[in-house]
């Protein structure tokens, strides 16, 4: 089966532009998960959907972060503007069942902010 | 906020020697995870674990959940340099979400 996947890889983009992570979960997983990684900080939540609801979104850093789920499949991360502290990657996550288990992981987009 | 020690931060080996690595937490966990991620790849799970005092194998990787379910390691036997990696331990609390520690960097030299 086709694993998480996530694009762009990579984005680069000037402070106060605008970006849009997307994540593709594996077919039939109801349960995607977005979490962001800082240089040199651990890995953290940022928010769970099921479905096309948003179950959590308490990781979120502040309003200039909007995440949707389109149907229930892709789902998008804007950042608008964009902040040179927003700079980091930014993991997309997806499982068949809820629960911290069996969470599959993309690849993750490096987002560069200047 | 539970908060996860992992320990050491970074460990170089030579192949065939053995290591522990560890994640440490004042709080108690409902389940805890070790994950390996590769530069430019996402964490991969490696093991869930569940009960306290569980202990898993996987190959040459041992993974032990501590009796109060506050602490695990991961040992690796006759380490290779395939095993080089990022190793992550996430703890899940009542809810779905993971909490990360920072992970140890391993490198294992030919």
């Known amino acids: 089966e086709a694993g998480v996947t996530q694009f762009p890889s990579h984005s680069v983009i000037e402070k106060g532009q605008t970006v849009t992570l997307r994540c593709d979960p594996i077919?039939?997983?109801?349960?995607l998960y977005w979490y962001r990684r800082v240089m040199g900080k651990e890995i953290k939540f940022l928010l769970h959907?099921?479905?096309?609801?948003?179950?959590?979104e308490s990781g979120m850093p502040n309003n200039r972060f909007l995440a949707e789920r389109t149907g229930g499949t892709y789902s998008t991360l804007k950042v608008q503007p964009a902040e040179l502290e927003d700079s980091g990657v930014y993991f997309c996550?997806?499982?068949?069942?809820?629960?911290?288990?069996?969470?599959?992981f993309g690849s993750g987009t490096r987002l560069t902010v200047v | 906020t539970q908060l996860l020690e992992q320990s050491p931060q970074f460990l170089s080996i030579q192949e065939g020697e053995n290591l522990t690595v560890y994640c440490n937490s004042s709080?108690?966990?409902?389940?805890l995870q070790w994950y390996r991620q590769e530069p430019g790849e996402g964490p991969v799970l490696l093991v869930t674990v569940v009960t306290g005092g569980e202990v898993k194998k996987l190959k040459r990787l041992t993974f032990q959940f501590g009796d109060a379910r506050k602490d695990s390691s991961l040992h690796i036997t006759a380490a290779q340099p395939g095993d080089t990696g990022l190793y992550l331990c996430a703890a899940g609390g009542s809810n779905y979400k993971l909490t990360f520690g920072k992970g140890t960097l391993l490198t294992v030299n030919p």
């Open positions: 996550a997806s499982s068949q069942v809820p629960g911290p288990y069996g969470y599959t």
């Open positions: 709080s108690v966990f409902s389940s």
């Open positions: 077919s039939g997983h109801d349960n």
């Open positions: 959907f099921v479905k096309e609801s948003k179950q959590d």
